[in-house]
């Protein structure tokens, strides 16, 4: 064994397809199964997309960062369903791109956080936190009333059809007009809305002026979607509740 | 690597250098310690341990599942359920409940108040204040005036299905728009409204008359409220947005209609019954606080 | 630097440089708003720029032939520079960040300075920013001396340096405008993901190119840990990067990957960028600083074999020590556990055998605050990876993950070990480049050291509590099977250890302004250049 050592370190070539070798098998036998192996593949049946309103929310979320405080993962362990509700499942994320599971609760976690409360409350919270909630060390965002840009919307979900994500053409040609159309619960374009995306999204005035749609609209039709896009989690409380 | 070489010997260590020198750096061929291997192979028996009790490796479409055949979900649904078995003997009680039984039970104070209070802090206190003392915007549950109703099952019922929300049971309230009003009307009725607030109204001034046709079939004649169809009282110190000339005007111009989120599939019965009876004695509690 | 290259390697170097403002013109005018844009014009310039420097200094005097015949220390030197702008800049916003916690007001109400953007800028600058150009720098140092070889030509070094600190000022610029893909350690855009990939496939090549010239036939082992981290990275950050922008004019992207998968994907990026970059890299580094500084030799070869295989092997298999009780299945975090459990064995062999390097010089260590460095670096490496092999056991990790703890275990092998081990390698390597026997000030180091192991010390046992008081307050349950706390109780809980880890950063940072200080004006009093040279000196190619 020393010999051959002794021999691979004094050709760099050698070295270098050795490192590649052993540095390739643990990802290897760990990820490549995640994408063969039945139940890890599975999506739930009723599992719907994000709305292009909802999707420029979780785009928000995003840019502002809020994951670096809060995890969108209910881990499987009794005190977390306890406080936070049905653990988390693989296929909930499924078209997640990128999933947003976290790795920091400096805040709590929000994977279930879709009708915990009111719009107005978000709203109340995101531009001012400690105004409803005296201790919050949450960053204010002030700036989500300005107006939403809705320009790469069609495009995004185009790109997140290529990647599998269930849009259909026509939900990918009216995305703007339906993101519109989701924050304005009086226009005429909810009707294509609902036809398109059927019963389950909310349709309200999320920022509290149907007038105009903002980037806060986007971000708390996202935060009251969480949790809500398949009704798998509910199985689980039903389990517990028997 | 031969074992008779003349290899330079470290004068600390007494160890033969392995013959090489980067730029003045040598290296020691001492012997790899025993420990090493010790606990290379330690922590590999402890893998293999865990290898063949856990669920570990991969194969094609499936994985080994470990002898002791355990699933971290169903773990977790037990654990959750021992500690909801453990909770039984004082959250039954609030199943289907009696509330005035247990007014005077120890249960409640010993037991189920912690964690009502816990509850209260995780879920509602974002809203109401972690005292329920309110904060503005969303009304303040630790005094003795109600929206709908001081019970306990009233208030579960609120509760259960919350006010102004999608449920199908849910309370249904809502302050309309007077902006078609003339503005000297409502700036008159605003006036009249602060000052019902601090009781110094007159009781015929001409305001009394606008307010008796347009607000008091919700709010009561001369807003003693107490209807309960979730129009609050005037003529308290109770507020839930203001009180304040511009938030009446406000109020007037644009409406309100406050949604208190419903929490039955968020909730059980029996926590949604014990945070009623929890909220239904904040007023009680703070007052005997402050006495 | 221009006076180091030959009057043909500068006009190589205009090209580039013409080549780069025509890409960054093209990218301003395609996206022509918004981030990407920015990112054009800052290429522009920069292109323009260094036109500007080199075709006004093209037909300055040449080197003399007898460069050949020395090192080429030059990048090197910019290299150092760069880390400690890096490190000022990352470490001052990390206290900033810090301070954030404890006053959440305390920042305008500006988009650029919020938590969620300033955070991202703390981690990318300081792992990347400071790390990176730690590494690259002084793997070019260990490299030519380890080989006794000049690097194999003079271009490449340079667009490695500026591409890659172009890459670390487009992504946290990036952070600040709120363009980012959220994935940690690796938010920046696609655009930025595939400038990284060419200029580390430059890397490598340079690498492999020295290599190839080394008058020793033997490669030394920190050349392996470097070699390793330059492989392994471009690995990792390739898979995990993979994206779609939604436009090629914009700077939004999809990530290719969804869900679990692409949460064991993150992990096993995140993980082993830990392990190669913060790791494996910073080992090649002590590898050869300690030996260096202390006069020992390394204390066993065999046992360096042992670690190194041992880390390249084990550390790529326990990302999913991250995702324990996650949607991720049982069998990947089993698997995740166990091999953790095994990597601490190579990763004690390593810090065992810079220790007893030591053996013989510890007089050494004692009086030199510069070996002192390595040697608190080298406990703290044993430390953090003994927290960390016991943190991805999967019941430590229900209490821990999520909490501080996790932020103390990263600063205990940042602060402590990363951090301590470029500051070692730094006053070996500044005073050597500048042809002097020592840094200006010892005062100065004796100074820094304190400063940075009280900084060390105070914020990571204050994370420590934070963590575990958090973890426990979180599960806590009474006698009578309810949960004690609310979260929120958990979050006012931890604002006294928020304000000490602010005080202990603040430490730290202190000791870093003190070590630029003192970097800056060792160099200000250059005497030329390093007295060692190559051994054979290799023609030109
Ligand atoms: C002046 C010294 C430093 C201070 C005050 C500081 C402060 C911080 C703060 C406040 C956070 C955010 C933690 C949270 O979200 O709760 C953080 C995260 C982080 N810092 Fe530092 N830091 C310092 C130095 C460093 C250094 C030198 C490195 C690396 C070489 C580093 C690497 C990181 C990493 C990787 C994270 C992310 C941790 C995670 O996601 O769990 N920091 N730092
Ligand atoms: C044997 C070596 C090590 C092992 C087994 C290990 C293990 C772990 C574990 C279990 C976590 C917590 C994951 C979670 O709960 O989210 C973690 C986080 C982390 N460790 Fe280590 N660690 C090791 C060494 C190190 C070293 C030497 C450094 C730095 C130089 C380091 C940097 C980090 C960082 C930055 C994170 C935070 C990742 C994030 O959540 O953003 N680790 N490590
Ligand atoms: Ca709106
Ligand atoms: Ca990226
Ligand atoms: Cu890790």
Same mark, same amino acid.
């Given at each position: ?242 | ?42 922590? /590999? ?10 669920? =570990? ?26 500690? =909801? ?13 009696? /509330? ?77 728009? /007077? ?113 | ?222 050349? *392996? ?31 290719? *990957? ?9 992990? *096993? ?194 994370? *420590? ?77």
């Amino acid at each position: 064994m020393l010999k051959l050592h002794y021999n691979l370190e004094r050709v760099s070539m050698g070295l270098v397809a050795a490192i590649i070798i052993a540095a390739s098998v643990g990802g290897i036998v760990e990820i490549a199964p995640l994408f063969t192996i039945d139940e890890t593949v599975e999506v739930p049946d009723d599992l719907r997309p994000h709305t292009p309103l909802e999707l420029a929310g979780r785009e928000i979320f995003i840019r502002e960062g809020c994951y670096a405080c809060h995890s969108q993962m209910v881990r499987s362990l009794a005190d977390e369903i306890d406080r936070y509700g049905p653990y988390s499942q693989a296929g909930e994320s499924a078209y997640d791109h990128p999933m947003l599971w976290g790795s920091k609760r400096t805040g709590p976690d929000l994977a279930r956080i879709g009708g915990k409360y009111s719009d107005e409350w978000h709203v109340r919270h995101l531009i001012d936190p400690r105004s409803v909630v005296p201790a919050s060390i949450m960053p204010a965002y002030p700036w989500l009333l300005k107006s939403l840009d809705t320009d790469l919307l069609t495009d995004s979900l185009a790109t997140l059809s290529e990647l599998g994500v269930p849009y259909s053409d026509e939900m990918i040609t009216s995305a703007a007009s339906d993101a519109l159309a989701q924050s304005r619960p009086d226009s005429n374009e909810t009707d294509g809305f609902r036809a398109r995306y059927e019963e389950r999204p909310a349709i309200r005035a999320f920022d509290g002026d149907p007038a105009r749609l903002t980037e806060m609209d986007a971000l708390v039709a996202y935060l009251q979607a969480l949790g809500t896009l398949t009704v798998v989690s509910e199985t689980v409380v039903v389990e517990v509740d028997e | 690597m031969s074992k008779h070489s003349h290899r330079e010997i470290d004068p600390v260590t007494g160890h033969e250098t392995t013959g090489h020198d980067w730029n003045g750096i040598k290296e020691l061929n001492t012997p790899l310690p025993k420990i090493v291997i010790w606990a290379l192979i330690l922590t /590999f028996v402890y893998s293999v341990i865990a290898w063949i009790l856990l669920p =570990a490796w991969p194969i094609g479409r499936d994985y080994t599942r470990g002898l002791l055949g355990l699933d971290q979900s169903d773990i977790a649904l037990e654990d959750y359920r021992a500690l =909801a078995t453990k909770r039984q003997d004082w959250l039954q009680p609030f199943e289907n409940v009696d /509330f005035s039984a247990l007014q005077a039970d120890d249960v409640w104070q010993n037991n189920a108040l912690p964690a009502a209070q816990r509850l209260f802090e995780d879920n509602c206190a974002v809203c109401h204040g972690m005292q329920g003392r309110g904060i503005q915007g969303f009304p303040v549950l630790s005094d003795e005036t109600w929206l709908w109703s001081g019970t306990p099952e009233e208030i579960a019922q609120t509760i259960r299905y919350g006010i102004n929300t999608d449920s199908a049971d849910t309370r249904y309230a809502e302050m309309p728009s /007077f902006n078609w009003m003339e503005r000297p009307d409502r700036v008159a009725l605003a006036e009249y409204v602060v000052l019902l607030g601090d009781g110094s109204v007159k009781p015929n001034a001409a305001a009394a008359t606008l307010f008796s046709e347009n607000c008091a079939a919700c709010h009561g004649e001369a807003g003693i409220g107490g209807l309960e169809n979730g129009a609050p009282a005037l003529n308290d110190s109770s507020v839930i947005y203001g009180q304040d000339f511009s938030t009446v005007m406000q109020t007037l111009w644009s409406g309100r209609q406050g949604v208190m989120p419903a929490w039955t599939d968020r909730l059980t019965q029996a926590e949604i019954n014990l945070l009623a009876f929890y909220v239904s004695r904040l007023g009680a509690d703070e007052k005997q606080v402050a006495q | 630097m221009i006076a180091t290259l030959t009057v043909s390697e500068r006009q190589a170097g205009l090209l580039l440089s013409i080549i780069l403002a025509a890409l960054g013109l093209a990218m301003a005018a395609a996206a022509r708003q918004g981030v990407m844009s920015v990112h054009g014009f800052l290429a522009l310039g920069l292109g323009v720029g260094l036109a500007f420097m080199l075709g006004g200094a093209i037909y300055d005097p040449e080197p003399d032939e007898d460069r050949l015949r020395s090192y080429y220390d030059a990048p090197t030197q910019f290299g150092i520079v760069m880390t400690l702008i890096w490190a000022v800049i990352a470490m001052a916003v990390g206290v900033w960040v810090a301070a954030l916690l404890y006053w959440p007001e305390a920042t305008p109400l500006w988009p650029e300075t919020s938590f969620g953007r300033l955070r991202p800028v703390h981690t990318t600058g300081i792992i990347f920013g400071f790390g990176g150009n730690a590494l690259i720098a002084t793997s070019f140092h260990v490299l030519q001396r380890t080989s006794r070889a000049r690097l194999a030509d003079s271009i490449s070094p340079w667009v490695v340096l500026l591409g890659y600190n172009l890459f670390c000022v487009w992504a946290v610029t990036g952070y600040l405008m709120g363009s980012t893909q959220s994935k940690e350690y690796a938010e920046a855009e696609w655009y930025a993901d595939l400038w990284l990939v060419v200029v580390w496939v430059t890397y490598f090549v340079l690498y492999l190119r020295t290599l190839a010239r080394r008058n020793e036939p033997h490669i030394y082992v920190a050349n *392996w840990y470097y070699l390793a981290f330059i492989l392994v990275v471009a690995m990792l950050h390739i898979v995990n990067n993979l994206a779609l922008p939604v436009r090629w004019s914009s700077a939004e992207s999809f990530p290719i *990957w969804s869900g679990v998968q692409d949460a064991m994907i993150q992990w *096993w990026y995140g993980h082993n960028a830990v392990a190669f970059f913060l790791t494996a890299g910073f080992l090649g580094m002590l590898y050869y600083f300690l030996p260096i500084r202390s006069g020992r030799p390394i204390w066993s070869y065999r046992l360096s074999i042992i670690s190194f295989w041992g880390i390249t092997f084990f550390y790529i298999w326990v990302g999913s020590h991250h995702l324990h009780y996650t949607a991720l299945p049982y069998w990947a975090q089993t698997l995740g556990m166990t091999f953790s459990v095994m990597l601490l064995v190579p990763s004690w062999a390593s810090a065992g055998n810079a220790i007893a390097t030591l053996n013989g010089a510890w007089h050494k260590v004692r009086d030199d605050a510069t070996l002192r460095f390595m040697f608190v670096a080298a406990v703290f490496y044993g430390l953090s990876t003994f927290e960390g092999s016991f943190l991805a056991i999967r019941p430590v990790n229900s209490l821990s993950h999520y909490t501080d703890w996790t932020v103390g275990h990263v600063h205990s092998g940042t602060l402590g070990w990363v951090a301590m081990i470029v500051f070692g390698a730094i006053y070996t390597l500044v005073p050597q480049i500048s042809g002097r026997d020592a840094m200006v000030s010892s005062r100065a180091i004796e100074w820094h050291f304190w400063l940075a192991v009280s900084g060390t010390l105070v914020y990571v046992v204050a994370m *420590w509590n934070a963590g575990i008081t958090q973890g426990l307050m979180w599960r806590a349950y009474d006698e009578n099977g309810a949960l004690s706390y609310s979260f929120l109780q958990s979050v006012q809980a931890m604002a006294p250890y928020y304000l000490l880890r602010t005080i202990g950063g603040g430490l730290f940072l202190a000791g870093a302004v003190i070590c630029a200080w003192n970097c800056w004006a060792t160099l200000r009093l250059a005497h030329g250049s390093a007295k060692d040279r190559p051994l054979l000196p290799q023609p030109a190619e």
